[in-house]
C-alpha cells in the first residue's frame, strides 16, 4: 500500500524560499509522476508541478519561474522548491502521486500526502 | 492552461436526495476527467478516475458521466458522510487543472 509522507519548514518569511520534502513508501517509485498541489485557506485545490523517476518534470506556466522540483530515486523522495514566496503562497501543500493507468491514457491523484500548512509572513 | 469550472458552488441537500454536479472544460479532454472529495482539514480522496471509472472502496452511489466537455458526478442517496466539498479535474494536459470546487451542504 503506497503511502506517502511530507516534512517541510511551516513559517517563511516575505522573499525566502520555500522547501517540502515527500517520502514514498510501499509501491514502485517508477510507476508514478509525482506532483505538489496546494490550497489557500478556504480556497480551492491548485495543481504546482510533477515529476518522474527519471526527472522529466511540467509546471504550472504561472509557477514556473519560482519552481523546481527534484527527486532522489536513492531515497525514493521528492522535494519542491518554490522560490521569493509572498503572502499569496501561504497554504496548504499536499504531495500526490499522479497515476497513469496501463496504456498512459488515463491520470489520477490516487494517494495524497496529509499535507504541511505553510505560512508566509513577516 | 485548461479552465475547469464547476456548478453550481454550493449546494443545500438532505439526506436520501440524488444530487448532480457539473464540470465544463474549456476545451475537450476527451475522458481525462477525475472526481474527488474532501473534507475539511482533510487531503482530498479520489471517487472517479476517467470521467466513470469507481475508484476501489468508493460506495456505488458514486457515479460519473460525460466525455469531451461535459461531465456529471451524481450521488444517488446522499448520506451524511458525504457532505463535503467536491473537485473536478482534468489530465488531458500535462499542466493539470481543477475545477473551484462544489461545496455540499446538509439542508
Known amino acids: 500500500q503506497l503511502q506517502l509522507q511530507q516534512w517541510g519548514a511551516g513559517l517563511l518569511k516575505p522573499s525566502e524560499t520555500l522547501s517540502l520534502t515527500c517520502a514514498v513508501y510501499g509501491g514502485s517509485f517508477s510507476a508514478y509522476y509525482w506532483s505538489w498541489i496546494r490550497q489557500p485557506p478556504g480556497m480551492g485545490l491548485e495543481w504546482i508541478g510533477e515529476?518522474?523517476?527519471?526527472?522529466?518534470?511540467n509546471y504550472k506556466p504561472s509557477l514556473k519561474s519560482r519552481v523546481s522540483i527534484s527527486v532522489d530515486t536513492s531515497k525514493n523522495q521528492f522535494s519542491l522548491h518554490l522560490s521569493s514566496v509572498t503572502a499569496a503562497d501561504t497554504a496548504v501543500y499536499y504531495c500526490?502521486?499522479?497515476?497513469?493507468?496501463?496504456?498512459?491514457?488515463?491520470?489520477?491523484?490516487?494517494?495524497w500526502g496529509r499535507g504541511t500548512l505553510v505560512t508566509v509572513s513577516s | 492552461d485548461i479552465q475547469m469550472t464547476q456548478s453550481p458552488s454550493s449546494l443545500s441537500a438532505s439526506v436520501g436526495d440524488r444530487i448532480t454536479i457539473t464540470c465544463r472544460a474549456s476545451?475537450?479532454?476527451?475522458?481525462?476527467l477525475n472526481w474527488y472529495q474532501q473534507k475539511p482539514g482533510k487531503a482530498p480522496k479520489l471517487l472517479i478516475y476517467a470521467a466513470s471509472s469507481l475508484q476501489s472502496g468508493v460506495p456505488s452511489r458514486f457515479s460519473g458521466s460525460g466525455s469531451g466537455t461535459d461531465f456529471t458526478l451524481t450521488i444517488s442517496s446522499l448520506q451524511p458522510e458525504d457532505f463535503a466539498t467536491y473537485y473536478c479535474?482534468?489530465?488531458?494536459?500535462?499542466?493539470?487543472?481543477f475545477g473551484q470546487g462544489t461545496k455540499l451542504e446538509i439542508k
Open positions: 500526490a502521486s499522479d497515476y497513469g493507468d496501463y496504456a498512459g491514457e488515463y491520470w489520477y491523484f490516487d494517494i
Open positions: 476545451q475537450s479532454i476527451s475522458s481525462c
Open positions: 479535474q482534468q489530465s488531458y494536459s500535462t499542466v493539470r487543472t
Open positions: 515529476i518522474n523517476h527519471s526527472g522529466n518534470a
